[in-house]
């Protein structure tokens, strides 16, 4: 009761030892649902299992970027069970890679992904099942973009994302894409929320990272009338931050995984503690309250001040007298 005591003192947190016990346990877990909201883990996986089919596939580069694929192609990308437990598995794995740097999310078989796998959605439609889904999602999606939230405060993930939207993301696929920081458009590609054809709102977290991408009267467009966003209409609305050209068949053409990871490396240049710095900061600041913001800043800059590509550059200057 003491450590609780004096811990509300340093932290002005009015919360009571449980509610404070219950945010550090969440905040330890790095998750935004926890048991105190029914959400077992291990028994949704085992549900979600049930339900076969494509991989997640990762694969971690010298450069720092990763590359993350959603491989079924003969379901059009559809996220299987297994796969949103792969998922789940594979963010985990980016969290303990210490020289991360950055991640391109991208679709098997020149598209991105087209949403749940129908057959899992049908034979989970009740609404407990429904519920569990979404909560899983929204865990590993949270994670991903480490979103800061009152009960994940610390980003375990700081790399820069970009999603590489090729052929069409729709329904979860389309939420996906917002669970990166950029999404960058091929042309010819969709971005559509189709959840209100299946009589549903996005429920992996989209809406309300979609608000915070192209503001409520654009997601209230783009969930309302289920609009087909195409590379113009991404560009002038800020859903899309650049438009990639399809390569022809000609040889030595950039390939769109190319054209992404060269787009990519002008922000991830540098060494890896100081471009997760960035990815930190900018975080903070864009989700903290102002004063935790600037505190977080002030910890994330006391990481790089005087460390090794700090002092680099400063003996690279040393002639500027
Ligand atoms: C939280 C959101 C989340 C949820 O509520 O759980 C969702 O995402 S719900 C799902 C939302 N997604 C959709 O509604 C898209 C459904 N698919 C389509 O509309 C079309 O397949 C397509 C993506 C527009 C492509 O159309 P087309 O080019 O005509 O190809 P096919 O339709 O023949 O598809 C090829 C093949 O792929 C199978 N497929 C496609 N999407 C899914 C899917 N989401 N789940 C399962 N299977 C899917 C499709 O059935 C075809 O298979 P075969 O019939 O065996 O050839």
């Not at 405060?153 to 729709?170: D, F, K």
């Amino acid at each position: 009761m003491v450590l609780c005591a004096v811990r509300r003192q340093l932290l002005g947190c009015s919360s009571s030892c449980g509610a404070w016990a219950r945010m550090l346990q969440r905040q330890s877990s790095g998750c935004v649902y926890s048991s105190t909201h029914g959400f077992n883990l291990e028994e949704i996986k085992e549900k979600l299992q049930a339900f076969p089919g494509g991989s997640i596939d990762l694969l971690k580069q010298e450069s720092g970027i990763a590359v993350l694929t959603i491989n079924n192609p003969s379901r059009m990308n559809a996220f299987s069970g297994s796969m949103m437990v792969d998922l789940e598995e594979r963010v985990s794995q980016l969290e303990s890679w210490t020289d991360c740097k950055g991640l391109i999310v991208q679709g098997a078989a020149e598209t991105f992904c087209s949403g749940s796998d129908l057959n899992a959605v049908r034979a989970i439609s009740n609404p407990q099942d429904g519920m569990k889904m979404c909560m899983f999602m929204q865990n590993a999606l949270t994670r991903l973009l480490s979103m800061l939230t009152e009960y994940f405060t610390q980003c375990r993930l700081p790399l820069i994302s970009v999603a590489l939207v090729e052929g069409r993301a729709l329904g979860g696929g389309a939420e996906l894409t917002t669970a990166c920081d950029f999404r960058l458009m091929a042309s010819g590609s969709v971005i559509q929320f189709v959840h209100k054809h299946m009589g549903l709102v996005p429920g992996w977290g989209g809406a309300a990272r979609l608000v915070r991408i192209v503001g409520s009267q654009n997601a209230l467009k783009l969930l309302g009338g289920a609009v087909k966003a195409d590379p113009g209409l991404g560009l002038q609305i800020g859903l899309a931050d650049g438009v990639l050209e399809v390569p022809q068949a000609e040889e030595g053409a950039d390939t769109l995984l190319q054209q992404a990871e060269n787009w990519l490396s002008h922000y991830t240049k540098g060494p890896a503690p100081v471009i997760q710095a960035v990815k930190k900061v900018v975080l903070s600041g864009r989700e903290l309250p102002l004063s935790e913001a600037l505190r977080t800043e002030k910890d994330v800059f006391g990481t790089v001040w005087g460390g090794p590509a700090n002092l680099q550059a400063l003996a690279s200057k040393s002639k500027h007298k």
